[in-house]
């Protein structure tokens, strides 16, 4: 069994928060926080992950917020030093939970402070919990912190589970919410005749939104965005037309993110309408941008 890193560092001591973190939103933020706090001197701040979420593995479908790239990315914006992560299959699902905290956390990661959400479980059979973990790490020499629910506004527990429903529902507006960040997606774009017309092509893995016209924006490279609207034709592809059509786009950029920034009317679309159009420039006077991104005010 093999343990991965991104950026790993000779490090004598670490802090770990541990979880599948799909889409990596508020609460999977507030964990990577405390893992920061916790880090310690001399030492560095580490997440502990799997490539796909278990539950999903078991499932044999994945239906995913974040691709694993999109993932170490966030991860890395937040502060994180390190990513470290396993394959998730046959021997890792029956690994002992004993063996994974003796193994992995304090054999080869050299754990210090260890960071988990409140029903976080591993190890065969969904053995350890946060409990477990605070005998091991009373054993080992390891704190633990266990990061309670983190609610949005009317009290529901923000979760990768609920996200995933209120975006196949087109809620964007509670996505956005409970994401912390507009839901960002990496394409390949193809142009589709008139140079203002592209198809996007997507992780078939990730969760699309419901039918319907979305305006969305466009980062083509790290200094161009470009604002649109969109709407799904398929269970990974969008037709996009850009909102200013007279905006060339250089053919070399056709790997772009795409921020999904509001719903505009629901239901099966096969176009955009002046309307629609005319909703899109309203909202593009109030975008704030950064580095040709959109950001939440």
Same mark, same amino acid.
């Given at each position: 069994m093999k343990l991965h890193w991104m950026n790993r560092q000779n490090s004598p001591a670490r802090s770990i928060a541990l979880g599948t973190f799909d889409g990596v939103h508020r609460g999977h933020q507030q964990l990577l926080k405390e893992t920061i706090a916790r880090r310690p001197e001399g030492g560095t701040s580490s997440v502990l992950t799997f490539d796909i979420p278990p539950e999903q593995?078991?499932?044999g479908e994945l239906r995913l917020l974040s &691709?694993?790239?999109? @993932?170490?990315? #966030?991860? @890395?914006? !937040?502060?994180?030093d390190e990513v470290a992560w396993l394959n998730f299959g046959p021997d890792v699902s029956s690994m002992e939970a004993s063996d994974f905290v003796q193994q992995i956390l304090v054999g080869e990661m050299k754990a210090a402070a260890v960071v988990c959400g409140y029903d976080y479980r591993f190890g065969k059979g969904r053995a350890g919990d946060a409990n477990y973990l605070r005998e091991q790490g009373e054993r080992f020499g390891f704190s633990v912190t266990v990061v309670p629910q983190v609610? +949005?506004?009317g009290g529901h527990t923000i979760s990768s589970t609920t996200i995933r429903g209120l975006l196949q529902e087109g809620d964007l507006t509670r996505v956005k919410d409970y %994401?912390?960040?507009?839901? &960002?997606?990496?394409v390949t774009a193809k142009e589709v005749g008139d140079g203002a017309s592209f198809q996007l092509d997507y992780d078939p893995a990730l969760v699309l939104p419901s039918e319907g016209?979305?305006?969305? $924006?466009c980062l083509v490279s790290p200094n161009q965005g470009r604002a649109a609207l969109a709407w799904p034709t398929s269970a990974q592809t969008m037709m996009a037309v850009l909102l200013e059509e007279e905006q060339e786009l250089a053919d070399d950029?056709?790997? $772009?993110?795409?921020? #999904? %920034? +509001?719903q505009l009317r629901a239901g099966k679309c096969t176009d955009a309408t002046e309307s629609d159009r005319l909703k899109a420039k309203e909202m593009l006077t109030g975008i704030c !941008?950064?580095? +040709?991104?959109?950001?939440l005010k």
């Open positions: 593995y078991f499932r &691709t694993f790239p999109r @993932r170490v990315e #966030l991860f @890395r914006s !937040l502060g994180i609610q +949005a506004v %994401l912390g960040y507009y839901p &960002t997606y990496q016209i979305y305006f969305v $924006w950029h056709n790997v $772009w993110q795409v921020q #999904l %920034l +509001a !941008l950064q580095d +040709a991104r959109v950001v």
